[in-house]
């Protein structure tokens, strides 16, 4: 049987944190879906693959830009 689970590095460390899923953050067959990124989601990520036979681990960047704010100026 596989089990996979994903993690979080701590910014600027080698740390990692597991991903905590909720309604907004889900795991699919193996892959971490995100809806409505925000910034503090970006970040390196790690997911772990384990199995009868081995284990294995890849690990994948996120950057997520902030949305430019738009403005109506009257004069």
């Known amino acids: 049987m596989d089990c996979s689970r994903w993690y ?3 910014d600027g460390t080698m740390r990692k944190q597991a991903v905590t899923l909720d ?3 889900k795991q699919v067959s193996g892959t971490l879906i995100i809806k409505e ?3 503090e989601d ?3 990520y ?3 693959v384990n199995n009868s036979v081995g284990g294995e681990s890849v ?3 996120l950057t997520v830009t902030g ?3 738009y403005g ?3 004069h």
């Open 8 to 10: 979080k590095f701590i």
């Open 23 to 25: 309604d907004r953050v």
């Open 37 to 39: 990124a925000r910034v």
């Open 42 to 44: 970006s970040g390196k």
């Open 46 to 48: 790690l997911c772990v």
């Open 59 to 61: 690990e994948t960047v």
């Open 67 to 69: 949305m430019k704010q």
């Open 72 to 74: 109506v100026f009257q």
